[in-house]
């Protein structure tokens, strides 16, 4: 049984340690909701130094197990907290101090004359130094960060866009759009549409219970942090490093975190990387209090009924959204499904989820379809 071991005392240690030898930096700057500035490098949280973007002393890199798929977009998350604020541990929700930021910096890998990469493949090898603390500028296109401050009254969130030259990002409530092309690892390259939500849009995954409708952090959670990361101070468990630096009060046994796992892993088990899959692309609206309540399709981590989880059940409502299709997941045949028909539609009035992405993750419709092909049974 592993043992937690409470290192508050740690954080300043920890956090010049990240800083190594570069000149000094200014601090990190808060920002009240009525002065929030226009440009991202007001904040110092996370700067473009020497040729690179990397986060300040104090903001901490963290990673997932299984991400939201973003159109092939890559995502350096950071966190930051005010000085002796942390958070308290909770398996769904970790309760924030008012005051702590959190960034995503949304990129992609570039290839020979700047063209934008499409890869699944997330071990960071474009990545100077340690895993996730510094972006070489030479191997990566920035395109947006975004930040969610938590305010007295609720979570504000602000999308910044970098530049052409990647020297800032300024700040577009309403949102973004931009033309780009991508090439696979098979030399292939299609044509889409970069999207930078709008604040309204922004709610519609974030805002998790539909009917408080108050934006959360989606990611930061439990389930989703309990993995290693390679800070520059060596190779931790993320909830055990945040407890070291006074980030995360409240951690219990490890025996009693949840953790999802990487969709990708081929060691776990089938079902477990299509449940991990459906729960961060999927169960922030498909939840009992999610935007998606009245399909009846639960697909958050802890469902358990199968009929919930869509097998054998038939849509609410008939149409597009369907396929023609009988019911949500057919045992045994992908084909007659709706739900992998939606997760690899590109119609707006079929496809799942429909905010956050243009394009469709061939690995991760292969991922669905193969857990659907395995289930026994069937809808007669």
């Not at 009240?32 to 904040?43: I, K, M």
């Not at 930051?80 to 990129?107: C, H, I, R």
């Not at 931790?236 to 995360?248: D, F, K, M, R, S």
Request: charged content about 20%; aromatic content about 8%.
């Amino acid at each position: 049984m592993r043992k937690l071991i409470w290192g508050a005392v740690l954080a300043p240690i920890l956090a010049l340690s990240l800083q190594g030898c570069e000149a000094p930096r200014e601090q990190v700057t808060f920002f009240e909701r009525d002065t929030v500035p226009e440009n991202l490098s007001a904040w110092h949280l996370v700067d473009v130094v020497d040729g690179a973007l990397s986060p300040n002393a104090g903001v901490t890199p963290y990673d997932l197990n299984t991400a939201l798929f973003s159109d092939y977009a890559h995502k350096l998350r950071t966190v930051w907290m005010p000085q002796g604020k942390s958070a308290q541990y909770g398996n769904e929700d970790f309760d924030y101090p008012v005051g702590t930021v959190l960034t995503k910096t949304f990129y992609y890998p570039k290839g020979e004359n700047g063209t934008i990469l499409r890869t699944d493949d997330y071990s960071n090898d474009y990545v100077t130094g340690a895993a996730g603390e510094r972006l070489d500028l030479d191997k990566v296109r920035l395109v947006e960060t975004r930040i969610l401050v938590k305010r007295a009254d609720g979570w504000q969130a602000l999308p910044y866009v970098w530049n052409k030259e990647q020297t800032e990002a300024t700040l577009e409530i309403a949102g973004d759009a931009s033309p780009m092309k991508m090439v696979s690892e098979d030399g292939e390259s299609a044509e889409f549409t970069y999207v930078v939500p709008d604040r309204n849009q922004c709610a519609g995954c974030h805002a998790d219970n539909h009917t408080k409708k108050a934006l959360h952090p989606l990611g930061p959670r439990a389930r989703h942090l309990n993995k290693d990361y390679a800070y520059g101070t060596g190779t931790e468990n993320q909830l055990l490093h945040w407890q070291q630096i006074g980030y995360l009060t409240g951690l219990p046994d490890f025996a009693e975190v949840p953790q999802d796992v990487d969709y990708a892993d081929a060691s776990v088990s089938l079902e477990d990387r299509a449940r991990s899959y459906l729960d961060i692309n999927c169960g922030h609206c498909h939840n009992p209090a999610g935007a998606a309540d009245t399909s009846g399709l639960m697909l958050y981590h802890s469902e358990e009924e199968p009929r919930r989880l869509g097998v054998c059940k038939p849509p609410v409502a008939a149409g597009t959204g369907s396929g023609d299709r009988l019911f949500a997941i057919v045992p045994g045949h992908p084909e007659q499904s709706i739900l992998p028909f939606r997760v690899g539609s590109t119609n707006p009035g079929a496809m799942m989820p429909e905010l956050g992405r243009g394009l469709v993750h061939e690995k991760g419709l292969a991922l669905l379809r193969e857990w659907i092909a395995s289930m026994p049974g069937s809808c007669s």
